[in-house]
């Protein structure tokens, strides 16, 4: 009698046990940007931390593949997920021209002009329902750049000394942009910019200030016209299917996680880019320009057509949407 009750105990104790840890998973992120980068260090590690410590109760946690272990090419960061290579992945939509139309405001100049409106705008127009695109993934985090200006190694000091200079772009919109503006696009990794600048091949880049800095564009490129030509969006992708298999609770950190990232995102990355814009300024080697009235004026006459483009294409009343939306973050 007391074996048959120890067996009981014992089959009773191990059904316990695995039910607590039916939902056991270590979540695998990958991120194509180097293990050393600062966003690793100072957002998605401390993020991961977060998570991983919410989390545990449930047996849950997430394990950082960088600098591409899982995949290197940027611009196939989602197989990744389709094809369950990995559990979430980084991605930028910029990079897949065409398959997230509406996400191609963001990258539209005069709009967001810093890293906080582009974050808040993109992540509260999205949990909103009005950006189309992943809906065959949960998004777990969605945020932007800091602004893009001009890092040119001849001098640009008004609008009319863009013209016939070549810069290298990153998308269809850059393109569209820098075209508009009059300039040359250059179509090249970020990798190549700096090399390609010394050597005389293109005048500058399209980056915000911590790109730039980043990949050394400004080790040659001394010259920043400051023209908020709009900010890029990354977004930390999950596949479905685990996430919908996930505890109730694990799921409700997942949420909270759109919030922790943008956090920490803009208290690292504005701090960068503010130390990068005051270097600068600070350093008679380097020139940095504010647009005039009459020059911000020149370049929204000139986006116009692609501002029209890219309205056309997003869902109807986006761009009015975003418009208000940045109008009430800066408000706030």
């Known amino acids: 009698m007391l074996y048959r009750n120890f067996v009981k105990a014992a089959v009773v104790a191990a059904c316990a046990l695995s039910a607590s840890s039916a939902f056991a998973k270590e979540l695998s992120f990958a991120v194509f940007v180097p293990a050393a980068s600062p966003t690793v260090r100072d957002v998605y590690q401390p993020w991961i931390d977060w998570f991983n410590e919410q989390s545990k109760a449930d047996d849950v946690s997430i394990k950082l593949f960088a600098g591409g272990t899982l995949g290197r090419n940027p611009l196939t960061q989602l197989d990744l997920v389709a094809n369950g290579v990995a559990d979430m992945t980084l991605t930028v939509p910029s990079y897949t ?13 005069g709009f967001a002009a810093t890293p906080r409106e ?8 999205y949990e909103e329902g009005k950006l189309r695109g992943y809906e065959d993934f949960h998004v777990v985090a969605v945020y932007t750049s800091g602004a893009y200006m001009l890092h040119t190694k001849p001098p640009v000091a008004k609008f009319e000394d863009i013209r016939d200079k070549k810069f290298r772009v990153a998308g269809k919109i850059q393109t569209a942009v820098i075209e ?5 696009p250059q ?5 190549e910019m700096a090399e390609n600048i010394d050597r005389g091949l293109i005048d500058g880049a399209v980056a915000d200030a911590s790109v730039a800095k980043t990949f ?7 010259n920043h016209y400051v023209a908020d030509l709009g900010v890029l969006v990354f977004t930390i992708v999950m596949n479905k299917s685990v996430y919908e298999a996930l505890p109730e609770k694990v799921k409700a950190n997942l949420l909270e996680s759109r919030q922790v990232v943008i956090d920490k995102h803009l208290d690292s990355y504005s701090k960068a880019l503010k ?7 600070a350093d008679p080697a380097n020139t940095v320009v504010i647009p005039s009235e009459e020059d911000r004026a020149k370049i929204d006459a000139a986006v116009k057509p692609v501002v029209d483009m890219v309205a056309e294409s997003a869902s109807p009343g986006l761009i009015d949407a975003y418009r208000a939306k940045l109008q009430d973050i800066r408000k706030r």
């Open 118 to 125: 582009g974050s808040y705008a993109v992540k509260e127009l």
């Open 187 to 191: 179509s090249m990794s970020a990798l």
């Open 97 to 109: 021209p065409g398959v997230f139309p509406d996400y191609d405001i963001f990258e539209l100049p």
């Open 275 to 281: 130390a990068n814009l005051d270097a600068w300024e």
């Open 180 to 184: 508009a503006l009059g300039g040359v």
């Open 216 to 222: 050394r564009v400004t080790d040659v490129a001394k």
